[in-house]
C-alpha cells in the first residue's frame, strides 16, 4: 500500500515515529513531505509547497492528513494565526480539488482548539502569558454557570481570543460539510488539555452532535497520537485484529488521567476503536494490550509526582502483548520498565510507549502493535529500532535524564546527552541483543521537553 502522510508539525513524534511504524511492514510505502515544509514552534509550515507536493504524487492509495497543517500551518499557528476564514478556506478548497481529482482516500484529523490552564505562552498568543489562566477561568465558569462571569482580561484581547475560537469552530463544521460529501473516508476532531467544562467541551459537543449520523467521524481525547492511529486504521482496515486489555490496577480504570476529560478505560477502548482494533476477552484475542495504569493519581515526573505504584505481581500474558505505560504522564514506571527488561524471553513482545499523556502512550504503542502483528512481510531489524527508540526516549530521557540535565542547566547539545544516556543505551542495547549502534541525540525545538534520537 502506497501512503501519502502530511503530519502536524516536524517534531520527532510526529514525523520520525510514523515513518519507523511503516517500515515494520515492508509491504506498505509511506511518503512524507520533506521535513522543511513543516512547521515548529516558530514557524508555519508552507501549506501552499505541501499541497503543490500532494498534487505531484502519483498513485497514491490512502492519505493521512493533518488539516491544521493545510489550513492554519500547524497546530501550534492554528492557536496564533490571524488568518481570516475566507483565506484558510481558499486553502481547504484546494485540497478539496486535489483529492477530488486525484481520487485519494483521505484520513483526516484537526483540533479543537485547547485552553491550557496556565500563564505560558510558548505555544499559544503573545497575551497568554498574562491571561492565560484568566481566559481558562472565564471559559470554565461561562460554561459552568451559563452566565458570563466578570472579568479584568482586557475587551480587545478577549475579542480576539473569542474570534479565534469561532473561527476555528467554524472550520471544523465546515469539514463536516466536506464529509457528507464524500471527501473524507474518515474524519476525527481531538481535543486535549481538557476541563469538565470550557468552550472546547462544549465545542466538542456541538461537533458530535452534527455529525452522530455518520459513522466515520469520531471526536477523540487526545492529539499528537490521531495521525499515528489514524495511519494503522488505513494500514490495517478489515484485518478483524482482537485485543484484550490487562490492566496492573483494575479497580482503579475509572480514574481520569491528566490532561485528559475521560476514564482510563474510555480513553483505552477508544484507542482501539479508532486504530481499527475490536475489543475483546483474553481467551478470544490476537493480542493483549497491557495497561500499567495508576491507582488514585497519575504521576507526572518533570512535576516532581512520583507514584510508584507498579503492581509486582502482574505477569506478562502467554499471548502477543503490548505496553502502555500510563503511571506517568510523560515518563516510564522505572519499576515497571527494570522487571521487564530483566525478563528472560521477549519473543510474544509485540511493543511498548510510556509518551507524554494517556492518549499519547496508548495510540503511539497501539498503532505500532497492530501494524507489525498484521504485517505480511515483518521486518524485524525495523520493529527493534522503533523499540530501542520508544525505551531511550520515555524511559531513559523523559523518565531520568531529562530532569538531570535540567537540573544541571546543561546546554541542548548532543555530548551532555550523550554521556548521560549512555548507560541506558547499553542496558537497551543487551536486552535487544543488538550491537552497540551510534545514536545521535539532538532538539529540534531547542527545549527539553522532545529529543530526537537517531539510530545511525
Not at 465558569?141 to 484581547?157: G, M
Not at 525478563?343 to 504503542?365: C, E, I, P, V
Amino acid at each position: 500500500m502506497k501512503v501519502a502522510f502530511i503530519p502536524i508539525d516536524n517534531r520527532p513524534v510526529c514525523y520520525d515515529l510514523p515513518i519507523m511504524l511503516v517500515n515494520q511492514a515492508n509491504e506498505h510505502e509511506l511518503i512524507m513531505p520533506n521535513i522543511d515544509l513543516l512547521g515548529d514552534l516558530t514557524k508555519n509550515a508552507d501549506s501552499e509547497a505541501l499541497l503543490d507536493w500532494l498534487q505531484k504524487l502519483n498513485d497514491i492509495d490512502i492519505c493521512v492528513i493533518s488539516l491544521d497543517t493545510i489550513a492554519y500551518g500547524g497546530l501550534i499557528p492554528s492557536r496564533r494565526s490571524n488568518d481570516n476564514t475566507e483565506a484558510i478556506k481558499k486553502r481547504i478548497n484546494k485540497l478539496v480539488e486535489i483529492i477530488e481529482k486525484n481520487k485519494i482516500k483521505v484520513y483526516a484529523f484537526s483540533s479543537i482548539m485547547r485552553i491550557s490552564n496556565n500563564n505560558v505562552n510558548e505555544e499559544e498568543k503573545e497575551y497568554w502569558n498574562e491571561y492565560g489562566k484568566k481566559i481558562f477561568e472565564y471559559s470554565y465558569n461561562y460554561c459552568k454557570t451559563a452566565v458570563e462571569p466578570n472579568t479584568d482580561i482586557p475587551n480587545d484581547i478577549l475579542k480576539d481570543y473569542l474570534n479565534t475560537r469561532n473561527r476555528n469552530f467554524e472550520i471544523n463544521k465546515y469539514y463536516i460539510e466536506l464529509y457528507k460529501k464524500g471527501l473524507f473516508d474518515t474524519l476525527v476532531f481531538s481535543k486535549d488539555d481538557c476541563a469538565e467544562f470550557g468552550f472546547n467541551v462544549e465545542e466538542a459537543n456541538e461537533l458530535k452532535t452534527l455529525s452522530a449520523a455518520y459513522e466515520n467521524i469520531f471526536i477523540k481525547t487526545g492529539a499528537d497520537e490521531i495521525p499515528l492511529t489514524l495511519l494503522s486504521r488505513a494500514l490495517n482496515k478489515n484485518k478483524n485484529i482482537k485485543i484484550a486489555v490487562k490492566y496492573a490496577n483494575p479497580e482503579s480504570i475509572n480514574k481520569i488521567s491528566k490532561y485528559e476529560d475521560i476514564s482510563t478505560e474510555e480513553s483505552v477502548n477508544s484507542q482501539i476503536e479508532l486504530a481499527g482494533g475490536i475489543l475483546t476477552d483474553e481467551n478470544n484475542c490476537n493480542l493483549v494490550m497491557l495497561v500499567n495504569n495508576f491507582k488514585d493519581e497519575q504521576g507526572e515526573l518533570v512535576m516532581g509526582v512520583d507514584v510508584p505504584l507498579f503492581n509486582d505481581e502482574l505477569k506478562l500474558p502467554d499471548k502477543p502483548y503490548f505496553i502502555a505505560d500510563i503511571l506517568n504522564a510523560n515518563g516510564s514506571d522505572n519499576n515497571f520498565v527494570n522487571k521487564l527488561l530483566k525478563q528472560q524471553d521477549l519473543k510474544d513482545f509485540y511493543g511498548y510507549a510510556a509518551w507524554n499523556t494517556t492518549g499519547n502512550t496508548l495510540g503511539s504503542t497501539l498503532s505500532a502493535a497492530l501494524t507489525y502483528f498484521k504485517a505480511e512481510k515483518p521486518d524485524e531489524k525495523a520493529f527493534n529500532e522503533l523499540q530501542i527508540t520508544r525505551f531511550l526516549d520515555d524511559w531513559a530521557y523523559q523518565a531520568n535524564v531529562r530532569a538531570k540535565i535540567r537540573e544541571n542547566k546543561s546546554n541542548l547539545t548532543n555530548d551532555i546527552i550523550q554521556k548521560e544516556m549512555k548507560p541506558y543505551e547499553n542496558i537497551i542495547f543487551d536486552r535487544f541483543k543488538t550491537q552497540n549502534l551510534p545514536i545521535k541525540y539532538s532538539f529540534p525545538w531547542n527545549r527539553f521537553f522532545e529529543v530526537r534520537i537517531q539510530i545511525k
